[in-house]
């Protein structure tokens, strides 16, 4: 089944901790992407690739940092999570962004206390 | 900068009703437009889209038409059903290298036996 995965689904840490959720798609799709949701701000996108070792920032990128060593996986790195960073976290992948549209993750809600 | 405007909701009807929810949007260009829709404690799916003007996207009975004229892609649906309860999300891709898709706020529907 094409599908992207995300984990963990749900997430407690405390600030300051390091994470990583990773992300995995099985499509074979050059365009990935991590959006977080949040009330009242709708999503918004922090960091894309458009291919392995290409990445760059989205509209939040403050906090977060990816790497792409491989076409199938998009990890988002957390060094030092705070409050503000709770929230619901989407990956997503695309054969081609603009008119294929994406493949969205399951999601991980993530709370940082 | 681009922007993606959606009526407010929730929207509630009974079972077999007409829907209807309203999406205009503001962009350079010639975005591809898209519907996606978030079940409870889901991610988002792709519901249809459209890439260019005049083209009518449609899938599981829902159907949009992308009317350059009036900036619009309102989604449509003859009957609803419970089981399309849920967020909906109009959302357009930019044209240029982030393909980010920028989302509207989302439209919460409610359809009641």
Same mark, same amino acid.
């Given at each position: *089944?094409?599908?992207?995965?995300?984990?963990?689904?749900?997430?407690?840490?405390?600030?300051?901790?390091?994470?990583t959720v990773t992300c995995s798609q099985n499509m074979n799709h050059e365009y990935m992407s991590w959006y977080r949701q949040?009330?009242?701000?709708?999503?918004?996108q922090i960091?894309?690739?458009?291919?392995?070792?290409?990445?760059?920032?989205?509209?939040?990128? *403050?906090g977060y940092k990816v790497s792409r060593k491989e076409k199938r996986n998009?990890?988002?790195?957390? *060094?030092?999570?705070s409050p503000n960073q709770t929230s619901l976290y989407f990956c997503a992948s695309s054969l081609s962004g603009q008119t294929y549209g994406y493949t969205f993750g399951s999601g991980t809600r993530l709370t940082v206390v | 900068g681009d922007s993606v405007t959606q009526m407010e909701g929730p929207v509630t009807l009974s079972e077999e009703a007409f829907l209807t929810i309203n999406c205009t949007y503001t962009a350079t260009g010639y975005p591809s437009l898209f519907w996606y829709v978030q079940y409870?404690?889901?991610?988002?799916?792709?519901?249809l889209k459209a890439t260019k003007a005049d083209d009518k996207g449609s899938n599981k009975g829902f159907e949009a038409t992308y009317?350059?004229?009036t900036t619009s892609f309102h989604l449509e649906k003859g009957s609803v059903q419970v089981s399309d309860s849920a967020v909906?999300?109009?959302?357009?891709?930019r044209m240029d290298s982030s393909y980010?898709?920028?989302?509207?706020?989302?439209?919460?529907?409610?359809?009641?036996p």
């Open positions: *089944e094409a599908q992207v995965t995300q984990n963990p689904r749900y997430l407690i840490t405390v600030t300051g901790k390091k994470l949040d009330p009242g701000l709708g999503l918004r960091y894309y690739s458009m291919n392995v070792e290409v990445t760059d920032k989205g509209d939040v990128p *403050e998009f990890p988002l790195i957390l *060094e030092s999570p | 409870p404690g889901e991610g988002l799916q792709l519901l009317r350059k004229e909906y999300f109009c959302a357009l891709s980010k898709l920028i989302f509207g706020s989302g439209t919460r529907l409610l359809v009641r």
